[in-house]
T-cell receptor, first 113, second 116 residues
Framework: QKEVEQNSGPLSVPEGAIASLNCTYSDRGSQSFFWYRQYSGKSPELIMFIYSNGDKEDGRFTAQLNKASQYVSLLIRDSQPSDSATYLCAVRGGGTSYGKLTFGQGTILTVHP | DTEVTQTPKHLVMGMTNKKSLKCEQHMGHRAMYWYKQKAKKPPELMFVYSYEKLSINESVPSRFSPECPNSSLLNLHLHALQPEDSALYLC???????????????FGPGTRLTVL
C-alpha cells in the first residue's frame, strides 16, 4: 500500500466549477499536510497547509482534514484555466521523521474554458 | 526577500565533470533540503540540513555531496554522475528546524541537470 495516495487523474473540470482533489495517507501519526501546485517545467509551489481537523480556507482554496479517516482534500472554487497544473499532496509523518515529506503521485487538473 | 534562489537554472555536464549547484535563502529559515525530481514523478528527498547540520541522508550515492557553509547557503557538489542522474534538482527551506512537526517547506525554482 502506498503511503500517500491521490485520486487518479487526470481530472478535467469546466471553468467556474469546483475542482475536488483527494488524498489518503497510511501513517496514523501524521501531523501536517500540504498541497503543492506544480506547473509543467516549474517547481512545486505551496498553496495550502493544514494541521488541525476541519476546514481551512484561503481565497478560492479550501483544505479539509479528517485525521480519523486519514483523509485530506483540496477544493478549488471558481476554477480558472490558470489552475491547470499537477497538484501534489504531501504528508509529514509522526515521530522523529525530521522533516521528511512523503508525496503522493500527483493529480493532473485541467480546467477547460 | 521571501524566496529560495537556485543557480544555475540549467546545467549540462559530462560524466567526468565536477560541478556544483547552489541554493540560497535569506528568510532566516533553519532547515534546508535537496530533492531530485524526475519527469512525471513527485520530488524525492535526498538530504536535509537542520541548523546547518546534516540530519538526513536518504542513502544517496557518494557522487552527490551536500555542503551547508552557513545558514543561508546550501550547495550540492556533483562528481562522476551518470546519465540516469539527469533530473530537476530542487532546493527547499523551512522556517524551523526540520524536527518540528509544523513546518512548511518552500521550494526554489530548481536546476535542470542533463548528464551526457
Amino acid at each position: 500500500q502506498k503511503e500517500v495516495e491521490q485520486n487518479s487523474g487526470p481530472l478535467s473540470v469546466p471553468e467556474g466549477a469546483i475542482a475536488s482533489l483527494n488524498c489518503t495517507y497510511s501513517d496514523r501519526g501524521s501531523q501536517s499536510f500540504f498541497w503543492y501546485r506544480q506547473y509543467s517545467g516549474k517547481s512545486p509551489e505551496l498553496i495550502m497547509f493544514i494541521y488541525s481537523n476541519g476546514d481551512k480556507e484561503d481565497g478560492r482554496f479550501t483544505a479539509q482534514l479528517n485525521k480519523a479517516s486519514q483523509y485530506v482534500s483540496l477544493l478549488i472554487r471558481d476554477s480558472q484555466p490558470s489552475d491547470s497544473a499537477t497538484y501534489l499532496c504531501a504528508v509529514r509523518g509522526g515521530g522523529t521523521s525530521y522533516g521528511k515529506l512523503t508525496f503522493g503521485q500527483g493529480t493532473i487538473l485541467t480546467v477547460h474554458p | 526577500d521571501t524566496e529560495v534562489t537556485q543557480t544555475p537554472k540549467h546545467l549540462v555536464m559530462g560524466m567526468t565533470n565536477k560541478k556544483s549547484l547552489k541554493c540560497e535563502q535569506h528568510m532566516g529559515h533553519r532547515a534546508m533540503y535537496w530533492y531530485k525530481q524526475k519527469a512525471k514523478k513527485p520530488p524525492e528527498l535526498m538530504f536535509v540540513y537542520s541548523y546547518e547540520k546534516l540530519s538526513i541522508n536518504e542513502s544517496v550515492p557518494s557522487r552527490f555531496s551536500p555542503e551547508c557553509p552557513n545558514s543561508s547557503l546550501l550547495n550540492l557538489h556533483l562528481h562522476a554522475l551518470q546519465p540516469e542522474d539527469s533530473a530537476l534538482y530542487l532546493c527547499a527551506s523551512s522556517p524551523r528546524g526540520s524536527g518540528g512537526s509544523y513546518n512548511e517547506q518552500f521550494f526554489g525554482p530548481g536546476t535542470r541537470l542533463t548528464v551526457l
